[in-house]
């Protein structure tokens, strides 16, 4: 089969397989922020869906769109307002666009070191990894379990397929699932009915609050793992450099146009880019389906679209989720011959999993540890 040229978008079965790529993590997310902020259903899906079909026309290459982690864990947790989480996407879309526009972005990618978002790219896999195995795998009891085990040898199976493309096998073989045992189609036939998004426009008290309590939290990870190893990610995959000015523009283009229509805040992302390709996308043709998808099912079953996570069981996103991880942590390898650069990959990414604000405090790290590599203050004897 050809490889598809750069700038082209395809809509065959492997664009179509790569369009679940991303679904372990976007899904949950989606519902879990939606139920958690009391939010329209539909305006929700709708503006996602829109959202990752802008980004495919515009980048021509499965450039993901994905709900702000950070912000979403704040949110489920502490169940704060709509308003006030549209406030919060508001924020961000402003920062990251002054970010763009005034050059800093492109200072901030010339003085973080490949090493160093190497490390972040491989944080993000390990935590993605974890998050599958103990949250999602775990989820359902030994049923679940046996999901799984059938999922995994399934996507080891049949993962690099073109012709029987991994995705479309399990997520065939989840829907499946969810018809033998019944779980959530009786409540989605409850909520069909066509509806359109909301109009919301937060105040600037709503945008001050969700500036502090949501885009705070968020921008380091969001400077690491949206930007800078989106980049990285697309040229160790795509081998197409895109400036990290330009991420950041349509990063805060989305969060100025999204809130306003009750849609979440959103950005980019390496672990999806790079779950989109593993499952077989290459070109913006898959991020278009997915995009479509979400929008389709907002327009009709925005209503009941809190029952979607269990027409999709938690065990099969935990695969999809785990190799959407496991892709980014396979690009470690470039490192795996110079010791010094895996060590600090190494350092770099368990920071980011495993301390408060870890991905900023593992870039500051990383970049201050290889400053003194480079001037022989350190060395790691290996």
């Known amino acids: 089969m050809s490889t598809p040229r750069a700038g082209s978008i395809r809509f065959d079965r492997n664009e179509l397989a790569g369009a679940f790529g991303d679904l372990g993590t976007d899904l949950p997310l989606v519902v879990g922020i939606a139920i958690a ?9 709708v503006m996602f869906g829109l959202m990752q079909i802008c980004a495919g026309l515009i980048y021509r290459m499965p450039m993901p769109v994905q709900p702000l982690k950070a912000m979403a864990a704040i949110v489920i947790a502490t169940k704060v307002t709509g308003n006030v989480l549209f406030g919060a ?11 763009s526009l005034t050059g800093l972005i492109d200072w901030l990618a010339r003085v973080v070191p490949r090493t160093v978002v190497r490390g972040l790219q491989f944080g ?64 989605l036939v409850d909520g069909v009915g066509f509806s359109l998004p909301q109009f919301e426009i937060p105040d600037w008290a709503a945008i001050t609050e969700g500036f502090v309590l949501l885009a705070l939290p968020q921008i380091p990870l969001s400077l690491g793992n949206s930007i800078l190893a989106t980049r990285q990610t697309s040229e160790d995959l795509f081998g197409r450099s895109i400036s990290v000015r330009r991420i950041s523009l349509t990063y805060g283009l989305m969060n100025l146009v999204s809130p ?13 880019m790079a779950g989109h390709y593993a499952f077989g996308a290459r070109t913006g043709g898959a991020v278009i389906i997915e995009g479509l998808l979400y929008v389709g099912l907002g327009l009709v079953f925005g ?9 999709f069981p938690r065990p099969l996103l935990g695969v999809i989720l785990f190799f959407e991880g496991f892709a980014l942590l396979r690009l470690v390898g470039d490192n795996a011959g110079h010791g010094e650069e895996l060590a600090i990959v190494l350092l770099v990414g368990l920071m980011a999993v495993a301390l408060p604000y870890g991905y900023l405090v593992g870039m500051l790290m990383g970049m201050l540890v290889c400053a003194l590599v480079k001037h022989r203050w350190l060395k790691f004897g290996i």
């Open 124 to 187: 993000l896999g390990l935590q993605l990894a974890l998050l599958a195995l103990r949250e999602y795998v775990a989820s359902d009891g030994w049923r679940g379990f046996i999901l799984a085990a059938c999922a995994f040898a399934l996507g080891i199976a049949f993962l690099g397929n073109r012709r029987f493309p991994a995705a479309l096998i399990l997520v065939a073989l989840g829907l499946g699932w969810s018809l033998c045992f019944g779980l959530g189609f009786s409540r």
């Open 303 to 311: 209503a009941g679209f809190d029952a979607l996570v269990g027409v």
């Open 260 to 272: 306003l229509f009750g849609g979440i805040p959103t950005c980019h992302g390496s672990g999806g």
């Open 89 to 99: 996407g508001l924020a961000i879309g402003i920062v990251m666009l002054g970010l």
């Open 37 to 45: 902020a009391r939010l329209d259903g539909t305006s929700v899906l």
